[in-house]
């Protein structure tokens, strides 16, 4: 499917545009007029020290907060405000840099109910077995069964999923959001806490699913050499404002990149947590 | 029109109890964002504990402030037994916990003391540790009841009871007197810091374990305060007290604002006076279900309560 | 040994009704994880609904066929116990926190009140003179047929973005799971089926008074669910045989301990919240030969 052309709202091949994104939490600006753009087929990445805002600009894309001011496109769609699963249903997936799985849903499971909503008919069809509910049914476990597959979860399928090892578990939250059949997919942190064989394998499945499903890729990841090797362009993030936008080579020579690395913690694993629960 | 001054002026006095009941459940959703379903029974525990206490000879004022602490040390073993092990387990588990705890008490205080209501003075078992205890406490000398004042205040049309206006005056005491414990003393503003920003209460120094021990502890005190007023004023106290006013007390915190300590005296008193009215004006089969009723339309119509802020969702 | 049998009819209807109950509650509180303290308020819809149904409304429509009125009084009852139940749960769901279980409470006391001043369906005597239509069969022909109809709704997709939602809404949701009517949905399912086991139980004892949509009955229903094992519907099936069982047996037992079982059944709660989330299902599972499970715990440990 092509993107059609004309009008302002997105050029031709940028599938996710963020515009001008607020947010203000009581007196504070979390994030300040962030924009960016993701084209279909690259792997674009957001980086910044800790508490840069990073996650909250994740959170804006994907409806869990309403920017106070500025835009969020698909495409040509405007899906600011949306809630939300309407954005998930319009096509933008993310992962969780805290993993949240179905932790009363087997690996399997947790992978079907990605695409859970879209059965056929209503209630009373689910209650009472109809064969239109069947075969959607069985449709979906198809489907589950290749996105495993394809990640290399297959082996895991009847793992209850809290109980597969970390590096597993952020695989599965990719298959899942693989499942919902986005056009974007946002990855927050998806190396957190993996051995360098595991970050390259991680390297190379990213790779593949561009490659593979033409997907925009939007990528948060305190691991540079991840980075510089996976991302055609970089936006860096600073006290929720942009300090630059380039390529990675651009980017690491930027003076006011090096500094604001330089004024923060730039080994700290993980962002600072004292916000109560964290998407 | 001067029925329904007296009628308003009645109700204050039945609002006054739910308040002081409503004032724990306030404050412990504050912090924990728990309803402490058992809360209401702690009401019913201390109601029971201060009438035995006056009736083994005990002064009043001793009596209570025995029951006061007894309970609201039961209501710390209690959280750090059942709650504190939940904490992180979602907000289904410690919430049903609490439904088998108010079971759990409710039917033990049955089973010890009968399904019978008791009125002043109590009649104690007779066994020997009670005669020991009451000999103990109360050598030869005559056990002294107390009575809430009798007088009226009589002006005609409007009749204000001395015991009504001494209620009313303890419970809004009570929540003055609160309200300035947790703005001006230093553990009363860690209880409010635990409300607004848990974690981050912590990392400046707030004694976690330790704060929300002093929020069951006092919301347990002044819901006895509430029992023993209650005790005297129908001369009653039954197991099932805890149930039917702890319900409804919990309508009135909601209904004032749950988290906010004047909204619990509001609720209150409204709840009190809503009550009253249906009595007043023959609706009385409807009387039980009021209390719910106005809480179904206040999450309906403002979820935050009367005198509550909207809060952000912290996600 | 005919005795018996006359005997012990009654409690097996109770606990098959039970166990409907119990059923309808598991998926509102295991597969969605809302606690509702009004679950026999639901019940008691169904069971004046339907019971109004065959007192009035079936006469009236010149139905006399015993298996037809109790097949249309038991949709009768689903359904008025579904409008029920979504009047309750349409406010309630929007609101954050444990609102919903303290609305539930609050709507059935108000339909308590209501009830009692009902004279059409007696008022605080009750509703009597309903025809017995109901029987062992029909009990657990329901029953059953609710038990297969929940365990396949736990694979469909809107069982499965049920239990979604209760892991984590906001996962749920950036999946594309309307969490709010995945709930929803719960929630009036739930209903309905408790208005199937009022329509039963009216139809069986042909009586029926406000007392049965006190909170109290809706706590023997959430004490079923949670003791059984919430996460399962057999574990709910089992709650309800132990809750209907246990009065019937310990009637052989001593006053002082029969009199005093609510407080093991409240200290039973508390030991399982604490100390075993999965009930006492989990036991008896443990217990009987492991086929299925030890074969992947030989996978798990071929993998890791």
Known sequence: MSVPNGGSAAAPDILLRADNLTIRFGGLVAVQKFSLSVPAGQIVGLIGPNGAGKTTVFNLITGVYTPNEGKVYLGRDELTGCGAHVISRAGVARTFQNIRLFAGLNVLENVTAALSWQRRGTSLTSLFAMPKTVQFEHGLHERALEVLKFVGLSDYADWEATSLPYGLQRKLEIARALMTQSKVLLLDEPAAGMNPTEKDELAGLVREIVARFGLGVLLIEHDMKFVMNLCSQITVLDHGEVICVGTPAEVQRDPKVIEAYLGADVEAGGEDNSQGERV | ?315 | MEQLIEYSILPLMLFGITAIQALGLQLILGGAGLLSLGHAAFYAVGGYSAAAFTVYAAPALGITQPFVMMLLSLGVGAISAMLAGLLVAVPCLRLQGDYLAMATLGFAEILGTALKNIEAVGGTRGFTGIPKLSSLLWVFVVLALVWWMLHRFRRTGLGMAIQATRDDEIAARSLGINTYSSKLSAFVIGSAIAGLAGALYVHALQFISPDEADFSRSVIIVLAVVIGGMTSLFGSVLGALILVAVPEVLRFAPEAIREQRMIYFALIVIFVMLFSPKGLQSLIVRLLPKRKSSARAAAAGGKS
């Not at chain 2, 329904?4 to 002081?20: E, F, K, M, T, W």
């Not at chain 2, 409710?106 to 005669?131: E, H, M």
């Not at chain 2, 702890?246 to 609720?267: D, E, N, Q, T, Y």
């Open chain 2, 1 to 315: 029109m001067f029925d329904l001054i007296q009628y308003i002026v009645d109700g204050l006095a039945v609002g006054s109890v739910y308040a002081l009941i409503a004032l724990g459940y306030s404050m412990v959703f504050g912090v924990l964002q728990l309803v402490n379903f058992a809360h209401g029974e702690l009401f019913m525990v201390g109601a029971y504990f201060v009438m035995y206490a006056i009736s083994l000879g005990l002064p009043w004022p001793m009596a209570l402030a025995l029951g006061m602490t007894f309970v609201g040390l039961f209501a710390v073993i209690m959280e750090r037994l059942c709650y504190k092990p939940l904490r992180g387990a979602g907000k289904l588990a410690p919430l049903i916990t609490a439904v088998g705890l108010s079971l759990l008490l409710q039917n033990l205080v049955q089973a010890i003391l009968g399904p019978n209501p008791q009125s002043y003075p109590a009649q104690l078992p007779d066994s020997s540790v009670t005669n020991w205890l009451t000999a103990a406490v109360k050598g030869s000398g005559e056990v002294v009841l107390p009575q809430l004042p009798e007088g009226l205040f009589d002006w005609g049309d409007l009749v204000i009871r001395h015991r009504d206006l001494l209620i009313f005056l303890v419970a809004v005491g009570v929540t003055v007197g609160l309200e300035l414990f947790l703005r001006k003393s230093r553990p009363g503003r860690g209880i409010r810091a635990l409300a607004l920003q848990p974690n981050a209460a912590r990392l400046v120094g707030v004694p976690f374990d330790f704060t929300i021990s002093l929020t069951f502890f006092i919301g347990a005190a002044l819901a006895v305060v509430a029992g023993l007023l209650q005790g005297m004023a129908d001369n009653q106290v039954t197991p099932f007290m805890g149930i039917s006013s702890g319900l409804k007390a919990f309508a009135a915190a909601v209904l004032g604002g749950i988290g906010v300590i004047p909204g619990a005296l509001v609720g209150g008193l409204v709840l009190g006076i809503a009550e009253r009215l249906l009595v007043g004006y023959d609706l009385s089969t409807y009387k039980d279900g009021a209390a719910f009723f106005i809480l179904i339309l206040v999450l309906l119509l403002r979820p935050q309560g009367l005198l509550g802020k909207a809060r952000m969702v912290k996600v």
